[in-house]
């Protein structure tokens, strides 16, 4: 639980202006983390359909989640 919003949204911004995007780099670091997955047999994937009832399960929960009011 985040119990200083106005603090995490100043250390965002301190954060983003500190650290700029570089599109190269994540470039990059996707293909590289590819790679890696492959290299684990674990992409593509034998099934890419497993799991998919869970997934949605857990989208359901969490669409018809209602915040509790005080």
């Known amino acids: ?3 200083d919003p106005d603090a995490l949204r100043r ?4 954060w983003q202006k500190s650290n ?3 599109p190269e780099a994540n470039i ?3 293909w590289t983390l590819l790679d890696m ?15 998919l009832e869970n ?3 857990l ?3 969490l669409n018809t989640y ?4 005080d």
């Open 28 to 30: 990059r670091i996707f």
């Open 59 to 61: 989208a359901r929960m």
């Open 20 to 22: 700029p995007s570089d």
């Open 37 to 51: 997955a492959r290299d684990a047999d674990a992409w593509p994937p034998q099934d890419p359909l497993e799991g």
């Open 1 to 3: 639980m985040i119990r």
């Open 11 to 14: 250390w965002d911004s301190y």
């Open 66 to 69: 209602v915040e509790p009011t």
């Open 55 to 57: 997934d949605i399960n």
